[in-house]
């Protein structure tokens, strides 16, 4: 069904009151959200997208997913559940306060920087234009740096499971080297520099 048609029935729905227009229909249409729309209990699918930007304040208690949208930017303090997607978008900056519990995918964004007080269960800096990350940058449990131009792990880095490299300057070191670098921080997994990707 196409936008435009759903969105009629929606606005007809929502004059006769028998039905309110989900928050997802909002989003792309461009309507006014209330302050229960912002705590979206589940997940968001967003991919593919028109949506270039999200309202501040925006909760999501499962995953958001904005793979190959049009977003922009993403607002400060944006919490998410699960994991959150932004591979393939146009994205080059992200916010302050930004929390996501999942996996955080940079896959193929122009993204230079990681904001200061990020918190991520694990993330994904595959094929990324960032050239070093955060002091103190906390990941719960993988950190994947493939085909990055990183080429040092800061003090304080917190991994709470592997960390995986491939076609990044970081090749150059050994494993203790890299652990040492990241003191008072820690690598409490494997560093991986080969492996098998799962299907």
Do not use: C
């Not at 997940?43 to 208690?61: F, H, R, V, Y």
């Not at 800061?154 to 076609?167: D, F, Q, R, S, T």
């Amino acid at each position: 069904m196409k936008e435009e048609t759903l969105k009629r029935i929606f606005e007809f729905l929502e004059e006769k009151e028998e039905h309110n227009m989900p928050f997802k229909l909002k989003l792309i249409f461009n309507k006014p959200l209330t302050k229960e729309d912002l705590n979206v209990k589940g997940n968001l699918d967003l991919e593919e997208s028109k949506i270039t930007s999200l309202p501040k304040g925006l909760k999501i208690s499962g995953w958001l997913d904005l793979s190959r949208s049009k977003i922009k930017s993403i607002p400060e303090g944006l919490k998410v559940g699960a994991n959150l997607d932004l591979s393939d978008t146009p994205i080059t900056s992200l916010p302050e306060g930004l929390k996501v519990k999942g996996i955080f995918n940079l896959e193929n964004t122009s993204i230079t920087s990681l904001p200061e007080d990020l918190k991520v269960g694990s993330l994904s800096l595959y094929n990324t234009k960032i050239i070093s990350l955060p002091k103190g940058l906390k990941v719960r449990f993988f950190l994947y740096l493939v085909n990055t131009k990183i080429t040092s792990l800061p003090k304080g880095l917190e991994v709470g499971a592997n960390l995986y490299i491939k076609n990044t300057a970081l090749l150059e070191y050994t494993d203790e080297e890299l652990r040492e670098m990241v003191k008072p921080g820690f690598i409490k997994g494997k560093i991986l520099r080969q492996w098998k990707k799962k299907h």
